[in-house]
């Protein structure tokens, strides 16, 4: 879709990556590590101040002692984790349960590693977890749950009831729980994340992945962390070391510096809720209907009260005809479940989310 709107001149809504800069200070302070000399192999789990950082941020924000030294590792960014824990952790023959709509990466590496993904489609408008069902496919093969919240793409956010009842559904069992985590920071109307790390039980059975580009806007950066008990990371750091070894040191001792500001990270959720609450705002009138994006920087409009076409067909139609590029929300689902649903990343300059936003109440 990123092609196609760049060949046709289209305002590009449908990659996820932010369309303004990022803050200067910490562009300087990459910089300044570069001109400091900090510019050969960082440790295999990162550069040991950055990680300091994060279990103290850990510990603010969820009450949760993680040890810097052995439960937190740098990656190159938050697919790197969710690929390496999945092939430290899954062997062949494990199954690994999956809500969709899904992340494209999460099954690819499932099974590049043997494992079965077991897949639980959510409905929209509200894309809730059946967790009734979650409990009716689990086997005594079910070795992972990888749960994403706030959710890419459905823009959902799961609540503490929903994580009580993963909580007790994985107790007594030896599940383990990936937990995405990525837009943590990015959670509106007054709501707080609910971290797997909020939950004990949970805390002691999960890893939880997240990533420093989408807090701050340098997707580019590829850069990311993993954090959970060191049983689990010591598994994780064997893989780490033999593919990726070392993430970019300057950058990292950038970001321990930067986070030694808080608001830097607890503020960012007031600049996107001002884009998301921006964009639907000039949408008002449209024909669309849609749910206010709980979380990520992502709004999903169903269009089925302006066309029954299918969803793909659509987004590719709308970015040659109207000049406006989305995603079609089937292709996060294995189906290929057509519930007449695109997704717009509204993380991109106000100017251009007022226009597109016209275009869109014009169809």
């Known amino acids: 879709m990123s092609q196609l709107a760049t060949e046709h001149g289209a305002i590009n809504l449908g990659q996820g990556f932010p369309g303004f800069p990022i803050d200067p200070e910490l562009s300087d302070a990459v910089s300044k590590a570069m001109r400091d000399g900090h510019n050969q192999y960082a440790p295999?789990?990162?550069?040991?101040?950055?990680?300091?950082?994060?279990?103290?941020?850990?510990?603010?924000?969820?009450?949760?002692?993680?040890?810097p030294q052995t439960e937190i590792t740098i990656t190159a960014g938050a697919t790197q984790a969710l690929f390496t824990a999945i092939t430290a952790l899954i062997h062949p023959g494990d199954e690994v349960i999956l809500f969709a709509p899904a992340y494209d990466c999460y099954a690819p590496a499932?099974?590049?590693?043997?494992?079965?993904?077991?897949?639980?489609?959510?409905?929209?408008?509200?894309?809730?977890?059946?967790?009734?069902?979650?409990?009716?496919?689990?086997?005594?093969?079910?070795?992972?749950?990888?749960?994403?919240?706030?959710h890419n793409p459905a823009a959902t956010v799961l609540n503490r009831e929903d994580l009580l009842r993963l909580e007790a559904l994985t107790r007594y069992t030896s599940i383990i729980v990936l937990s995405d985590e990525v837009y943590e920071h990015i959670v509106f109307d007054g709501a707080r994340h609910e971290s797997v790390f909020r939950y004990p039980e949970l805390a002691a059975r999960s890893l939880a992945v997240f990533s420093f580009g989408k807090t701050f806007h340098a997707t580019g950066w590829k850069m990311g962390y993993i954090v959970g008990p060191e049983e689990y990371m010591t598994e994780f750091r064997k893989v780490h070391?033999?593919?990726?070894?070392?993430?970019?040191?300057?950058?990292?001792?950038?970001?321990?510096?930067?986070l030694q500001t808080p608001s830097h990270y607890t503020e960012i959720h007031s600049f996107y809720q001002k884009k998301r609450d921006l964009f639907l705002s000039h949408l008002a009138g449209s024909r669309f209907n849609w749910k206010p994006a709980s979380g990520t920087y992502f709004q999903l409009l169903d269009y089925s009260p302006i066309s029954q076409e299918n969803d793909v067909?659509?987004?590719?139609?709308?970015?040659?005809?109207?000049?406006?590029?989305?995603?079609?929300?089937?292709?996060?689902?294995?189906?290929?479940?057509?519930q007449h649903v695109l997704r717009f990343c509204f993380a991109k300059e106000d100017e251009l989310l007022v226009q597109a936003a016209e275009i869109l109440r014009s169809i």
């Open 44 to 67: 295999m789990p990162g550069v040991l101040s950055l990680r300091q950082r994060l279990s103290e941020k850990m510990h603010t924000l969820y009450g949760v002692e993680w040890n």
């Open 110 to 150: 499932v099974q590049l590693n043997g494992g079965i993904p077991v897949w639980i489609e959510l409905s929209a408008p509200d894309y809730h977890i059946p967790w009734d069902e979650v409990e009716a496919r689990i086997t005594p093969r079910t070795r992972m749950i990888l749960t994403n919240s706030p």
């Open 241 to 258: 070391q033999y593919t990726v070894f070392s993430c970019n040191t300057p950058v990292q001792v950038a970001l321990a510096e930067y």
């Open 313 to 338: 067909v659509l987004a590719q139609e709308w970015t040659l005809r109207y000049g406006i590029a989305s995603i079609p929300a089937s292709v996060f689902y294995p189906t290929s479940r057509d």
